[in-house]
T-cell receptor, first 113, second 117 residues
Framework: GNSVTQMEGPVTLSEEAFLTINCTYT??????LFWYVQYPGEGLQLLLK?????DKGSNKGFEATYRKETTSFHLEKGSVQVSDSAVYFC????????????FGTGTRLTVIP | GAVVSQHPSWVICKSGTSVKIECRSL??????MFWYRQFPKQSLMLMAT?????????EQGVEKDKFLINHASLTLSTLTVTSAHPEDSSFYIC?????????????FGEGSRLTVL
């Protein structure tokens, strides 16, 4: 079946530190992979996505590469800011399409000045 | 991007009562909305797909008589937790898909935390 495992957190970093949030997946077929971010008091927002192996999704300085060989989609950012403090969710869409997203548990990131 | 809003964001109720959570698409019409539930330290799980003007499609293991979903208009879906019990305490999130012709992206509400005493 489909499932997503991501770093549990919480993660606390100083401003300008390097961020990695690990995400691995199990899936049948060829899923699309997503990172969503939820800022305090707001709904989940799509941060980036990749639809096939070796694709790199990027947005707002965040990057993640779809690695089929390691079934991973780790989120990285070279220099985090206080405004990046949020909960990050890794997700995949099943073979039936993006109607059914399988989410990880979410990782809370806090960036301190 | 499009905006989806949920209300209430936080609700506490007594065991045995029913609670209604609203999900609205504020600036677009959504023929399809989705309801998710998240338990502490667990993944978001899709509960059901809400279709405007027709019955909701429930995922396996979700009790349709306990979690009543109504999608009476193109901008509003409601989830009613009937005869709530403490094990129904959870974080409920809705999403709506940008309609055909748009990005096809899913837009999420801010979530509603239900605590049943």
């Amino acid at each position: 079946g489909n499932s997503v495992t991501q770093m549990e957190g919480p993660v606390t970093l100083s401003e300008e530190a390097f961020l990695t949030i690990n995400c691995t997946y199990t899936a049948t077929g060829y899923p699309s992979l997503f990172w969503y971010v939820q800022y305090p008091g707001e709904g989940l927002q799509l941060l980036l996505k990749a639809t096939k192996a070796d694709d790199k999704g990027s947005n707002k300085g965040f990057e993640a590469t779809y690695r089929k060989e390691t079934t991973s989609f780790h989120l990285e950012k070279g220099s985090v800011q206080v405004s990046d403090s949020a909960v990050y969710f890794c997700a995949l869409s099943g073979s039936s399409g993006a109607n059914n997203l399988f989410f990880g548990t979410g990782t809370r990131l806090t960036v301190i000045p | 991007g499009a905006v989806v809003s949920q209300h209430p964001s936080w609700v506490i109720c007594k065991s045995g009562t029913s609670v209604k959570i609203e999900c609205r698409s504020l600036d677009f019409q959504a023929t399809t909305m989705f309801w998710y539930r998240q338990f502490p330290k667990q993944s978001l799980m899709l509960m059901a797909t809400s279709n405007e003007g027709s019955k909701a499609t429930y995922e396996q293991g979700v009790e349709k008589d306990k979690f009543l979903i109504n999608h009476a208009s193109l901008t509003l879906s409601t989830l009613t937790v009937t005869s709530a019990h403490p094990e129904d305490s959870s974080f409920y999130i809705c999403s709506a898909r940008d309609p055909p012709g748009g990005s096809g992206e899913l837009f999420f509400g801010e979530g509603s935390r239900l605590t049943v005493l």
